[in-house]
């Protein structure tokens, strides 16, 4: 029953009369147990703990002292009673420090590792040592370890190095678990103790004098309960800024670090073997480094060093599928490798060459051999420059290219490219000596950057870009592939740096170089070399071997060519190469200029990753509405006249030159009402039906008013191009369409009409004829065209013959299908041999033996013009 409610009854007044002397008795002990320990907090578990030690006592000892009294010491206790005590209650009345507790952790993991020796087991020993390694590290006074840590590593290296030696004379050998333990123990035991080896020496040098030293860390104290609550002691501020003016710098074992010459190649030597391994601040990192780089005095060979493992400590910040480098860090990137092009400029007997030998030993510097011109330093420029030049592009593909950081950031590229030409320079340096076997591969790969930087830009451009390039070297410096007196020419650049890769190498690296150059041709109107280079490189029959990246090259380079064509005049030759990418809808895909996503198309992350990473930059993009004007236009002067012959001769073979464009312009036709155009696509569709219709100025007028023509260079000349196009294609369209109406026809009259010079419609009507196209001659004393006519077929017996191409096809495909399904046991429903020429010659025969057995097409002659206007080419 609780103390605070009384009852009616007498019993159980009394017992809350005897409750509440209980729990005052209990305050009055514990307010005294306060006073006399000096002590203002308890926990909650202490008290648990005396509540059980009280009433254990009680049980024990009856009249002894009771509750917090019995803790507390008094000075008239005897010596035996309070040994008794001590000996009783030790486990429980005394507590250890969190600094107790770990030295006894240590103690324990030595004493695991000592039975691990015993019974041979390096497994153990292995994942021990590991865990002692742990452990000191919160023990550590300064630089100094604790005694037993130092004794335990000098031994177990001792037992190491006797193991090892066992092994080498004793046949029989270790399973696997305990070779990988030994192995792992080897490898760590003496990086660990270089840390230490002033006190493993001591120690070795005479162990009991090193153990019972006076400087040895005092052995843990146990703190009894009474002194445990002592209070801290109060440190003022005069003397806390005292501590803090010797702040040192500290590692994440609390040792402090110095930064000397000597202790360079180590610490460079613990940021190596600390890359890529889990909670790495590569940042710190990276600022230690340059810490590094400021210590004076550095050797050339530190200072090499440095700036290689801090340059790549920068790229790693760019690590990773999606993420790009920070801009600062390339920055910084970029001006470390120039300096470092300038340190091996300076320093002749100093080369960065791959494959040579690392230096171990990171106390004494390595120094030039005896009969060698070179200390020669593992590495490689020219992959610095390549994964600089790959940040600057993944930079690129991640900014807008819409805003002016875009423009600020492609102001790197002229930085980059004096890197890369002196990067040139010094490989072309070291290529002279021969001893010191520089592969060609390295130099190629660098012209190979080189020309990527240029083969895109005008002529105007790359000079600008060289000009900088060569102030940026000294006046001395030439180079032999390209010399200073040919850098103002961009042509001879391009040509001089392409056929020396094409000279001294091969694979994807010489393809390339051929591709760059058929662009920069290409791009700069000499439409017949870049042709001629194109055929005779043969690409087109092995590209599909070659990675994506020059297959992506190679569909530039090919749109290139026929816009060079178009430019210049070539409508057929820039239609037939732009078939190819504009006819198969993928351009964004096939040009690297977008990502295209399927409907149905199941692409993975990872494919998507990868898709992104290959799109180029957006400076370095071919219009793509541009293209698809040229490619529509090309079409239209060839489709409008072809669609005239076939639908003015029936019985000529049906082709169809680009499926595109006449999907774009059936679905045109389709529509009820046209309004004025509004995109390029309109603009083209409008002015096919003004040329079908025969208004070919309506049509020119509908294709000079495309904007996207000022973003050709030369945009009168293009037009005025395009106008004269536009009057011979619609002359062909007009003879096609209305030959059949005329017996005769003069030239004046037709040029009076297309306002073409009559010597122009003369060389049309002449080209027209000598290719079986029109079925006329050409008097040249009246200047007239002369038309022929033949038997003319009715509307029916044109749709007839259709009619008959069509079911023989039919038929001739089912016996294939059939043929196919049955594996050749299907003979027995082909035709004879004669049956071809009997039945269906009969049938032929009946329409006057025109038709004989097959389905030939009809000779150009007297009966191919049968009438109507425009016919089924243009409806509407």
């Known amino acids: 029953m609780s103390r605070f409610f009384r009852g009616g009854d007498d019993s159980s007044t009394d017992s809350s009369s005897e409750e509440e002397e209980v729990y005052s008795s209990e305050e009055e002990e514990k307010v005294k147990a306060e006073d006399e320990s000096s002590s203002e907090e308890e926990s909650d578990e202490e008290e648990e703990e005396e509540s059980d030690e009280e009433s254990g006592s009680d049980e024990e000892e009856g009249p002894k002292k009771k509750g917090a009294n019995r803790f507390l010491q008094s000075d008239d206790e005897s010596e035996e009673e309070e040994e008794e005590e001590q000996s009783e209650d030790e486990a429980t009345t005394k507590v250890k420090s969190a600094k107790d507790k770990r030295f006894d952790e240590l103690e324990s993991t030595i004493s695991q590792i000592q039975n691990g020796q015993k019974i041979n087991d390096w497994s153990l020993i292995a994942s021990e040592f590991d865990k002692l390694n742990?452990?000191?590290?919160?023990?550590?006074?300064?630089s100094k370890a604790p005694k037993p840590y130092i004794k335990a590593i000098a031994d177990l290296e001792d037992f190491m190095n006797e193991t090892l030696a066992k092994q080498k004379v004793t046949p029989k050998k270790m399973n696997a678990t305990n070779a990988r333990g030994l192995n792992a123990v080897k490898q760590r035991i003496r990086k660990n103790n270089k840390d230490y080896q002033t006190q493993i020496d001591a120690y070795r040098k005479d162990s009991d004098a090193f153990m019972e030293s006076d400087d040895e860390i005092p052995a843990p104290k146990t703190v009894s309960k009474a002194l445990r609550f002592a209070e801290a002691p109060v440190v003022s501020a005069e003397q806390q800024e005292e501590d803090d003016k010797g702040f040192s710098t500290v590692d994440s074992r609390g040792k402090v670090v110095q930064y000397t010459p000597e202790s360079i190649l180590k610490h460079l030597r613990t940021i190596i073997?600390?890359?890529?391994?889990?909670?790495?601040?590569?940042?710190?990192?990276?600022?230690?480094?340059?810490?590094?780089?400021?210590?004076?005095?550095?050797?050339?060979?530190?200072?090499?060093?440095?700036?290689?493992?801090?340059?790549?400590?920068?790229?790693?910040?760019?690590?990773?599928?999606?993420?790009?480098?920070?801009?600062?860090?390339?920055?910084?990137?970029?001006?470390?490798?120039?300096?470092?092009?300038?340190?091996?400029?300076?320093?002749?007997?100093?080369?960065?060459v791959e494959g040579a030998?690392?230096?171990?030993?990171?106390?004494?510097?390595?120094?030039?051999?005896?009969?060698?011109?070179?200390?020669?330093?593992?590495?490689?420029?020219?992959?610095?420059?390549?994964?600089?030049?790959?940040?600057?592009?993944?930079?690129?593909?991640?900014?807008?290219?819409?805003?002016?950081?875009?423009?600020?950031?492609?102001?790197d590229e002229g930085s980059l490219y004096n890197t890369i030409f002196r990067g040139l320079l010094y490989y072309e340096h070291l290529r002279k000596d021969a001893s010191l076997e520089v592969p060609q591969e390295s130099l190629n790969r660098i012209i190979q950057r080189r020309l990527d930087?240029?083969?895109?830009?005008?002529?105007?451009?790359?000079?600008?870009?060289?000009?900088?390039?060569?102030?940026?070297?000294?006046?001395?410096?030439?180079?032999?592939?390209?010399?200073?007196?040919?850098?103002?020419?961009?042509?001879?650049?391009?040509?001089?740096?392409?056929?020396?890769?094409?000279?001294?190498?091969?694979?994807?690296?010489?393809?390339?170089?051929?591709?760059?150059?058929?662009?920069?041709?290409?791009?700069?109107?000499?439409y017949y070399k870049s042709r001629d280079l194109m055929l005779t490189s043969h690409l087109q029959e092995t590209i599909a071997n070659f990675d994506i990246a020059t297959q992506i090259l190679y569909n530039r380079t090919l749109v290139q060519v026929g816009l060079c064509a178009f430019r210049k005049g070539l409508v057929y030759d820039a239609q037939n190469t732009l078939q190819e990418i504009c006819g198969s809808g993928r351009q964004k895909e096939l040009l690297a200029q977008g990502v295209m996503i399927q409907r149905y198309s199941q692409v993975t992350p990872e494919q998507e990753r990868l898709e992104?990473?290959?799109?180029?930059?957006?400076?370095?993009?071919?219009?793509?509405?541009?293209?698809?004007?040229?490619?529509?236009?090309?079409?239209?002067?060839?489709?409008?006249?072809?669609?005239?012959?076939?639908g003015s001769s029936p019985d000529v073979k049906k082709r169809i030159i680009s499926k595109t464009y006449r999907r774009?312009?059936?679905?045109?036709?389709?529509?009820?009402?046209?309004?004025?155009?509004?995109?390029?696509?309109?603009?083209?569709?409008?002015?096919?039906?003004?040329?079908?219709?025969?208004?070919?100025?309506?049509?020119?007028?509908?294709?000079?008013?495309?904007?996207?023509?000022d973003l050709m260079p030369n945009t009168e000349d293009i037009k005025t191009m395009l106008a004269k196009q536009i009057q011979e294609e619609g002359l062909r369209t007009y003879l096609f369409t209305y030959a059949p109406f005329y017996d005769t026809l003069a030239i004046a009259t037709l040029s009076s009409m297309f306002e073409l010079d009559s010597r122009k419609v003369s060389a049309v009507v002449s080209k027209m004829i000598s290719h079986e196209e029109l079925a006329a001659a050409l008097d040249q004393v009246t200047e007239t065209v002369i038309f022929r006519k033949g038997v003319e077929l009715s509307r029916l017996q044109s749709l007839a013959l259709t009619l008959s191409d069509k079911?023989?096809?039919?038929?001739?495909?089912?016996?294939?299908?059939?043929?196919?399904?049955?594996?050749?046991?299907?003979?027995?429903?082909?035709?004879?041999?004669?049956?071809?020429?009997?039945?269906?010659?009969?049938?032929?025969?009946?329409?006057?033996?025109?038709?004989?057995?097959?389905?030939?097409?009809?000779?150009?002659?007297?009966?191919?013009?049968?009438?109507?206007?425009?016919?089924?080419?243009?409806?509407?």
């Open 807 to 876: 079911a023989s096809s039919l038929i001739e495909t089912n016996e294939r299908t059939l043929e196919q399904k049955t594996q050749g046991s299907a003979n027995a429903f082909s035709r004879k041999d004669n049956r071809g020429g009997g039945q269906r010659g009969g049938r032929g025969g009946a329409r006057g033996g025109a038709r004989t057995g097959g389905n030939p097409q009809r000779q150009a002659g007297g009966t191919q013009f049968t009438g109507g206007a425009l016919g089924n080419a243009v409806r509407g």
């Open 273 to 352: 073997e600390s890359r890529g391994k889990k909670n790495t601040d590569r940042l710190e990192q990276i600022k230690v480094m340059e810490t590094l780089n400021k210590v004076v005095p550095i050797t050339p060979y530190q200072r090499i060093r440095v700036l290689q493992t801090l340059i790549s400590a920068r790229f790693d910040l760019g690590a990773g599928g999606a993420a790009q480098m920070p801009l600062d860090q390339w920055k910084a990137a970029e001006r470390d490798l120039a300096t470092l092009l300038e340190i091996l400029e300076k320093e002749k007997d100093h080369v960065v």
């Open 664 to 709: 774009m312009l059936e679905y045109h036709e389709r529509q009820i009402f046209t309004g004025p155009p509004e995109n390029t696509r309109d603009h083209v569709m409008q002015a096919s039906k003004a040329l079908a219709a025969g208004e070919w100025k309506k049509a020119t007028d509908f294709i000079h008013s495309i904007k996207i023509w």
């Open 453 to 526: 930087h240029v083969y895109y830009k005008p002529a105007q451009v790359v000079k600008i870009l060289e000009e900088n390039a060569w102030k940026q070297v000294s006046a001395e410096a030439d180079s032999e592939i390209t010399p200073r007196s040919q850098s103002g020419d961009a042509g001879k650049l391009i040509n001089i740096l392409s056929n020396y890769l094409f000279e001294n190498s091969e694979g994807i690296i010489r393809a390339r170089a051929m591709l760059c150059q058929i662009y920069f041709l290409a791009l700069h109107d000499e």
């Open 612 to 646: 992104k990473q290959r799109q180029l930059p957006f400076h370095m993009h071919i219009n793509l509405e541009l293209l698809e004007c040229v490619y529509l236009t090309c079409s239209m002067l060839l489709e409008i006249p072809l669609l005239a012959q076939t």
């Open 357 to 411: 030998e690392e230096w171990d030993d990171d106390d004494k510097l390595p120094t030039i051999p005896e009969g060698e011109k070179y200390l020669k330093v593992p590495g490689s420029v020219v992959s610095l420059i390549e994964r600089l030049d790959d940040e600057l592009t993944r930079s690129l593909q991640a900014i807008d290219p819409h805003t002016s950081e875009y423009i600020d950031r492609l102001t």
């Open 134 to 142: 742990r452990q000191v590290v919160k023990l550590q006074d300064g």
